[in-house]
Nanobody
Framework: QVQLVESGGGSVQAGGSLRLSCAAS????????MGWFRQAPGKEREFVAA????????YYADSVKGRFTISRDNAKNTGYLQMNSLKPEDTAAYYC???????????????????WGQGTQVTVSS
């Protein structure tokens, strides 16, 4: 079992930055790939970014590529999502997730993640 707790959300103006953290406890965090997903009101949950268990590979949704950076520190059992150049359309609840991901095509699929945090709200005003 892995417990995930997100932090770092908040309200910023367009063009600003936020850094989300995902603290993991329980079984070895380093075994699991980590992903960030988001869900805006009235919309489906969507993939944002993912990183392999070792941290060697990263994946991004086209909408955040070049603005967001995912990383992890397995020694600290923590993952991060650095969000720069934020836009109003980035407003959503952000969730981190952990899972055993085998193929690179599975990283964006929320059904492949076994453990989820409670979410942290990000609000970007224009």
């Amino acid at each position: 079992q892995v417990q995930l707790v997100e932090s770092g959300g908040g309200s910023v103006q367009a063009g600003g930055s936020l850094r989300l953290s995902c603290a993991a406890s329980g079984r070895a965090f380093s075994r699991y790939a980590m992903g960030w997903f988001r869900q805006a009101p009235g919309k489906e949950r969507e993939f944002v970014a993912a990183i392999s268990a070792s941290g060697d590979s990263t994946y991004y949704a086209d909408s955040v590529k070049g603005r967001f950076t995912i990383s992890r520190d397995n020694a600290k059992n923590t993952g991060y999502l650095q969000m720069n150049s934020l836009k109003p359309e980035d407003t959503a609840a952000y969730y981190c997730a952990a899972g055993i991901i085998i193929g690179y095509k599975d990283y964006p699929k929320d059904t492949k993640y076994h453990y989820w945090g409670q979410g942290t709200q990000v609000t970007v005003s224009s």
